[in-house]
Structures are given as structure tokens and as C-alpha cells.
């Protein structure tokens, strides 16, 4: 019986694989221009105009939204996966080209034509680091410039993820301005401001057209060192771009110098503070600032059918990295049961696997497939074969020695005595590993999202990006249901594969 449900799950892993497969052929062959932006409300507004401009020059266009940070869009880009995102200029010379030592893109144009990159004239804004405290704060410390915060070293600082490990972030920042601070810690950018507001945090990083400073009526202190370099806004594309759909970069050349700082911040206060959609806000800067004939959108999805798309998703991420994960850890752990030396090598190493965070295997797996569903479903299957084959493993071993021996006495074939009665007897303890699996891997699927794998983290990033409880719950209450339902599919799975000796009353 286990064999069977086995099969029929085998099955289906490959029927979604290849629905999945098929839908990116077609997309593939409309060659759309893929555009990328990263996970803050400016990158994505940027990533709309961009697709905007394509669209009115009859330019099929994917946006794939809030990837991550600079070196998802950067390996994206280099890899294929993705053909324009928007970019600032201290960024690419201090994170993307750091230790190259270029002055100015001017200078590093040569080095990116080698990389096959090109990078367009800045859109017209600098949006350059800061650093800021709320108002009272500062008043009540006396600070106006960085400088001045070494004086105190036990405020608490909280910075975005990507400023602690930037060349020109929290490293240089510190040994540039002197500053002992002891409790600094890497937050989510848009979370750091709803910190900094409640008190729990003194001091973060600013974009200086964030809408947020105004907002909250933030102080930005003076860099009174020059620390941090202009960030003008620029586009980088592939080269081979211009080759493949001419039209696209002539296009896009609609937005140099079109941008002010002061417009910016408007765009990004129209989303982060007025609640309009991205989509919205950059056609509307499109017809009325550009006279842009803008394609009208498509009508939004509602909120169900935004749930029933990011449900396919999902299941899709799940079901064939569980599939697959079945159809190999079983083997791996009757293997790991028969052979208990090579047994240790085989639990030692999917075991080092399951402890590698999350996160930084969906990195690792960027520059050996790409974006998108592909690496998250990569890394959902060596997440799931753990649990399989460590259960596996022990639902063999411990199988009474008596009745191994008794099948032996009746002259069982080793896979007969496998199939007959060794599988049967650990089936519960096999489904039970399946079963662990497969929530973890419905709770873990949800950061495929910063890889534009979609699925439910789709609404969960986009919800914290824009402070929308509403649209947090629309991922996460899904994604806790669906644990649900996939458990109890399981409990009714164990009720028909195991034989009724084995089951728990």
C-alpha cells in the first residue's frame, strides 16, 4: 500500500513539474523584458515606470518585484534572469564594484561593458544614506551632525540588513565617525522606522527620499565627514538587450533626468503613506509629468483571487520539492538502514544541509539556477530530506530483530523482505517524517518570495514593506491553513497506508 500512495505522489510531483515547466515556455516565448526591483517601495515604483515605458512602446514587460537586496538584482542580471532594475551609483561603486577603486561610473563603464552591463545617466535624484533620530530625541541629546552620536555610545542603533555589511554602511560609518556603539543590530529597513517611532531603537539609516522622514518628523543628521557618496538613480540593463528588442533601451531613455528628489519622494509617499499601488502611482507620473500613453492597467485581481494565485503557487513550490524529496530520501535512508557506515555519512550530511539557514541557501543557489521558482524549489527539497530519511532510518532499525530474522528463516529475498515487511512495519514512522516535512516546507516556502518565487511570503514582504496588516494575514493565515489541511491529508494518508496493527488507536 505504502508503494502505491508513494507512486501516486511520485506522479503528481511530475505533473505539476511540468504544468510549471510549460507555463514558463510560453512566457519564454513572448520574450518579455524582465524587470527586477528590490525590496523597498522606491526600487519597486522605479521597476512600474520602467514597465510602464515598455509597455506604451508596445513592449511586452514582467516585473518581478521586491527580489531582495543588491546582489539578488546583481546576479540576477548577470545571469539572465532579469534584463533592467534600477540601481543607484555610490551602490554599484561601493557594494557591486567595491575594492575596483573607480572614482565614478564614468570611470567603470569600460569594466562593466566586460561584465556585459550597461548602466543609463542618473533619472535625476540623488537618494543618498543618512543617518536620523527622531526630532525630540535629538533635541534632547543635543545632536545635530554624526559626529556628535559618538558621544554616545550606548544608544541603541538599528540598521537595514544590507547597511551592516556594505563597504560604505555600518563598518566604514564607524571607523569613519569614531563611534563605540556596542548595541547595533540589522533590522528590516521598514520596520526600523515603526522602531525608531516606539523608542526601541535611537538611531537607523535613511534613504533621504524616504516619505517616512517627513512623516515621522525625523532629524537627518548632518554627515559632517562626507561619508556616504551620491547615490544618483540610474537603470543597469544587459547589454545584449539592445540586440534582442532595439526598441527597449530608446524607450527607457524617456526617464533621464526626469525624476527630481522632491518628485521622488512624493511617489514614495503616494505608496508608503497614501496607500496607492505602485502600478498605479508610476503610470500616473507616466501620463501627467512624461505625457506618456500609458496602457491601462489590467483590473486588479480581488482579494480571493489574489489568494487562489498565490495558493498555485505555493502549492506548486511544495509540491514538487516534497515530491521529489520522497522519491530520494526513502532510498537514502533504507541505504543509511542496510549500510550503518555509509548510514552516518548519509544522516551527517543531510543533517549539515538542514542546519544551513534558509536564506543563504536560496543565495547559494542563485548563481546555479537563476531567480524565481527554480532555486527556491531547490532548496525546499534538500530542506525536506532530513526528516525523511532520519525517520526512515529509524523506523528500520528499530524493527524487532526477531522478526527480520523469522523473514530471513523463510527464505525472503532481500527487496521482498524490504517491500513485504520491513517498509510496512516503518510506514508510520516514514509518513510521520513526510508529514514533519511538509509543514516545514509550506512555512519555509514563504521566503521564496525574496527570490520572485512568489507564493504566499508575496504578501507577507509586500505587507511589512508597506505596513499593511492586511495584507500580512493574506499570506499568513493561508500558509498556517494549508499546514493544516496538508497535515490532516497526511493523518488520512497514514490511516490507509499502514497496516491496522500499526496504527496509533
Same mark, same amino acid.
Given at each position: 500500500m505504502i508503494f502505491a500512495v508513494l507512486r501516486r505522489l511520485g506522479l503528481l510531483s511530475l505533473v505539476i513539474l511540468q504544468l510549471s515547466c510549460s507555463g514558463d515556455s510560453v512566457a519564454t516565448s513572448d520574450e518579455p523584458v524582465v524587470v527586477g526591483s528590490k525590496t523597498f517601495t522606491e526600487s519597486v515604483i522605479l521597476g512600474?515606470?520602467?514597465?510602464?515605458?515598455?509597455?506604451?512602446?508596445?513592449?511586452?514587460?514582467?516585473?518581478?518585484?521586491?527580489?531582495?537586496?543588491?546582489?539578488?538584482?546583481?546576479?540576477?542580471?548577470?545571469s539572465g534572469e532579469i534584463d533592467v532594475y534600477p540601481d543607484y551609483s555610490g551602490t554599484i561603486l561601493q557594494e557591486i564594484l567595491a575594492g575596483e577603486d573607480f572614482a565614478d561610473l564614468a570611470a567603470a563603464a569600460s569594466y562593466l561593458d566586460s561584465a556585459g552591463v550597461q548602466v543609463s545617466p542618473s533619472l535625476g535624484f540623488n537618494n543618498s544614506y543618512a543617518i536620523g533620530m527622531t526630532s525630540g530625541r535629538a533635541d534632547e541629546l543635543g545632536i545635530k551632525k554624526i559626529s556628535d552620536l559618538a558621544q *554616545?555610545?550606548?544608544?541603541?542603533? &538599528?540598521?537595514?540588513?544590507?547597511f551592516m555589511d556594505r563597504s560604505d554602511g555600518w563598518p566604514a560609518l564607524r571607523d569613519r565617525y569614531g563611534l563605540l556603539n556596542s548595541a547595533v543590530r540589522g533590522v528590516d529597513h521598514d520596520l526600523a522606522y515603526r522602531g525608531l517611532d516606539a523608542g526601541s531603537i535611537d538611531v537607523m539609516d535613511l534613504y533621504s527620499? %524616504?516619505?517616512? !522622514?517627513?512623516? *515621522? +518628523?525625523?532629524?537627518?543628521?548632518?554627515?559632517d565627514l562626507s561619508h556616504f557618496p551620491k547615490y544618483d538613480a540610474v537603470l543597469l540593463y544587459r547589454?545584449?538587450?539592445?540586440?534582442? !528588442?532595439?526598441?527597449?533601451?530608446?524607450?527607457? +531613455?524617456l526617464l533621464n533626468g526626469a525624476i527630481s528628489e522632491v518628485t521622488m519622494a512624493e511617489l514614495n509617499r503616494r505608496v508608503k503613506i497614501g496607500g496607492e499601488p505602485e502600478a498605479e502611482v508610476a503610470r500616473d507620473f507616466l501620463r501627467s509629468r512624461l505625457s506618456v500613453d500609458v496602457v491601462d492597467q489590467v483590473a486588479a485581481p480581488t482579494r480571493l483571487g489574489r489568494v487562489w494565485d498565490r495558493t498555485v503557487e505555493h502549492l506548486?513550490?511544495?509540491?514538487?520539492?516534497? &515530491?521529489?524529496? !520522497?522519491?530520494?530520501?526513502?532510498?537514502?535512508?533504507? $541505504?543509511?538502514?542496510?549500510?550503518?557506515?555509509?548510514?552516518? $555519512?548519509?544522516? &551527517?550530511?543531510?543533517?549539515?544541509?538542514?542546519?544551513?539557514p534558509s536564506l543563504a541557501l536560496l543565495v547559494f543557489m542563485i548563481p546555479l539556477i537563476g531567480i524565481g521558482g527554480p532555486p527556491a524549489m531547490v532548496a525546499l527539497f534538500l530542506y525536506s530530506l532530513l526528516p525523511i530519511v532520519r525517520n526512515t532510518y529509524t523506523g528500520l532499525t528499530d524493527i524487532p530483530v526477531p522478526l527480520t530474522e523469522s523473514a530471513v528463516a523463510l527464505g525472503l529475498e532481500p527487496f521482498a523482505r524490504l517491500?513485504?515487511?520491513?517498509?510496512?512495519?516503518?510506514?508510520?514512522?516514514?509518513?510521520?517524517?513526510?508529514?514533519?516535512?511538509?509543514?516545514?516546507?509550506?512555512?519555509?516556502?514563504?521566503?521564496?518570495?525574496?527570490?520572485?518565487?512568489?507564493?504566499?511570503?508575496?504578501?507577507? $514582504?509586500?505587507?511589512?514593506?508597506?505596513?499593511?496588516?492586511?495584507?500580512?494575514?493574506e499570506g499568513a493565515v493561508p500558509a498556517a491553513v494549508l499546514a493544516l489541511v496538508a497535515q &490532516?491529508?497526511? %493523518?488520512?494518508v497514514e490511516r490507509l497506508a499502514v497496516p491496522r496493527g500499526l496504527r496509533m488507536a
Open positions: 512600474e515606470l520602467v514597465v510602464g515605458l515598455l509597455e506604451s512602446a508596445g513592449i511586452s514587460a514582467e516585473h518581478r518585484s521586491a527580489l531582495g537586496g543588491t546582489r539578488f538584482l546583481w546576479n540576477g542580471l548577470l *554616545y555610545p550606548d544608544l541603541a542603533l &538599528g540598521f537595514s540588513n544590507e527620499t %524616504d516619505a517616512e !522622514i517627513a512623516y *515621522y +518628523k525625523l532629524r537627518v543628521l548632518q554627515d547589454e545584449d538587450l539592445q540586440r534582442r !528588442i532595439p526598441k527597449a533601451a530608446p524607450v527607457m +531613455k506548486i513550490l511544495v509540491g514538487i520539492s516534497l &515530491g521529489f524529496a !520522497i522519491l530520494v530520501a526513502i532510498p537514502l535512508g533504507v $541505504l543509511a538502514a542496510r549500510r550503518r557506515r555509509l548510514g552516518q $555519512l548519509i544522516l &551527517g550530511t543531510v543533517g549539515v544541509i538542514y542546519t544551513i517491500r513485504l515487511i520491513e517498509l510496512p512495519l516503518a510506514s508510520r514512522s516514514i509518513l510521520g517524517g513526510i508529514k514533519t516535512s511538509a509543514v516545514i516546507n509550506i512555512g519555509t516556502a514563504t521566503l521564496g518570495a525574496l527570490i520572485g518565487a512568489g507564493g504566499y511570503g508575496q504578501p507577507i $514582504l509586500t505587507g511589512i514593506r508597506l505596513d499593511d496588516v492586511g495584507l500580512i494575514l &490532516g491529508m497526511f %493523518d488520512l
